[in-house]
């Protein structure tokens, strides 16, 4: 007997439920479009960008069958309200009446951009992760909303370096390891989207290692990027440089990351606290996920002796 592979059993397997859904004419079924995520392809659907997509915001499900019908959803839900008004006119895209009267009825919720998130692990997604950083920034770049409304960015990138994985459908290069410092383009691209989020309040940064870290904040550095509306901070010890880029923060909480040790550790904690300690307006930090140690505790006196809220983790070795 024949045994299918994994990638032509996945291959199977979605070209059934998508002839399902072509028979039963539904525009939006969510198994092939988590099947298609999880083979690391950006073009889910041609109709709504991916990074809306990893949202998971309901309004895309209830109204799918509403914006398969638009012929360009995406400039739709991109343009900000003020230029509704001038949306027919964009990219000389053809507007009938029918589709004039869908778009009356359509409304954007107000809260669709406020989180975004650039993540390529979760359950059942797996890509590359600076292939998909690139896809996503330039997606929320060309999207005036979400750089207008969005209130919280959350960046995750795990990178697939020296793991034997293989990907699959996925033509980013023909290894199956990525490279484990970002492309070049890449850092600056991070530097001009983020400084152009005017209504931040918060960011979850979660890029691990010390050479991604500092490739990357040496473009904010050098651009002078700064986001000043962000109060709330989670980041790991390694991005010190994004505690300078927000000056406004009064809660700073520090996540894991690979591990360090001996002067190397000394010196993380030293330039992380020292960026603390530069924030006359912080109030609360939060080190209850981190290892506990002397030199935090010289660090936080010495740096940090205005806050009003102090969580701290467990020492090396002990139990709690």
């Not at 059993?9 to 988590?34: C, D, E, N």
């Not at 009825?105 to 107000?110: I, K």
């Not at 006359?280 to 935090?296: A, I, S």
């Amino acid at each position: 007997m024949k045994v299918l592979s994994t990638p032509s059993s996945l291959f199977h397997f979605t070209f059934l439920f998508q002839s399902l859904a072509s028979v039963w004419k539904l525009t939006s079924f969510q198994i092939p479009l988590t099947i298609s995520s999880w083979l690391g392809s950006s073009n889910a659907t041609p109709r709504v960008p991916q990074f809306l997509l990893d949202t998971g915001h309901p309004w895309l499900t209830t109204h799918a069958r509403e914006l398969s019908s638009l012929p360009d959803a995406t400039s739709f839900i991109r343009t900000l309200p003020a230029d509704k008004l001038h949306y027919q006119h964009d990219g000389g895209v053809a507007i009938d009446d029918k589709s004039a009267q869908l778009r009356e009825r359509l409304e954007v919720p107000a809260d669709l951009f406020h989180p975004l998130e650039i993540r390529n692990v979760r359950a059942g997604v797996s890509r590359y992760g600076w292939k998909n950083a690139r896809n996503r920034l330039n997606e929320m770049k060309a999207c005036p909303r979400a750089l207008a409304e969005a209130r919280e960015l959350t960046v995750n990138v795990y990178v697939h370096a020296g793991m034997g994985w293989q990907t699959l459908g996925d033509t980013w290069d023909t290894l199956t390891a990525e490279s484990r410092l970002p492309p070049k383009s890449l850092p600056a691209l991070f530097s001009e989207f983020m400084g152009k989020m005017k209504n931040l309040g918060k960011v979850e940064w979660m890029v691990r290692g010390v050479d991604e870290n500092a490739a990357i904040g040496k473009a904010l550095i050098e651009d002078g990027t700064r986001l000043p509306g962000v109060t709330h901070l989670v980041t790991t010890m390694n991005a010190p440089w994004l505690i300078d880029a927000c000056p406004s923060l009064t809660s700073l909480e520090a996540k894991r990351d690979d591990f360090v040790w001996g002067e190397a550790a000394h010196k993380r904690d030293v330039a992380w606290f020292a960026a603390a300690g530069r924030l006359k307006g912080l109030r609360k930090l939060d080190m209850g996920e981190v290892e506990w140690t002397g030199t935090m505790t010289d660090c936080v006196l010495r740096d940090t002796p205005h806050i009003e809220e102090l969580h701290i983790g467990a020492r090396p070795g002990l139990q709690t």
